[in-house]
């Protein structure tokens, strides 16, 4: 059974930096697009960024310049790394894995899988 494990989520102040890991059991790993989203408080999931299985990159305007999307095929592993991070950060980040941020990166290969992790929690302070 395929699993996505996010990890690396934590309290940190405002200006400060944090990487994320999403871990996916699967096989054929590297034929996925993978993405990040986070859910604020009070507000509906959005979209964080992604990257497909050829290494194209997709962000919210919100992060553009302060957050880095990568991908290690070997460990099956999906990075963010935030940078220059703000309060309006705090959230529960999630990893997605198929249909979801395919659809939001435009893509046009179409999964038949659809997978989230249970998310991770950050914490920007003032």
């Known amino acids: 059974q395929e699993q996505v494990a996010e990890s690396g989520g934590t309290l940190v102040q405002a200006g400060g930096s944090l990487r994320l890991s999403c871990v996916v059991s699967?096989?054929?790993?590297?034929?996925?697009?993978v993405g990040w989203y986070r859910r604020i408080p009070g507000k509906q999931r959005e979209y964080v960024a992604g990257?497909?299985?050829?290494?194209?990159?997709v962000y919210a305007d919100s992060v553009k310049g302060r957050f880095i999307i990568s991908r290690d095929n070997a460990k099956n592993t999906v990075y963010l790394q935030m940078e220059s991070l703000i309060p309006e950060d705090t959230a529960v980040y999630y990893c997605?894995?198929?249909?979801?941020?395919?659809?939001?990166?435009?893509?046009?290969?179409?999964?038949?899988?659809?997978?989230w992790g249970q998310g991770t929690q950050v914490t920007v302070s003032s």
């Open positions: 997605n894995v198929g249909s979801t941020v395919a659809q939001a990166m435009g893509l046009t290969i179409r999964y038949s899988f659809d997978w």
């Open positions: 990257v497909s299985s050829d290494g194209l990159l």
């Open positions: 699967a096989t054929a790993f590297s034929m996925f697009a």
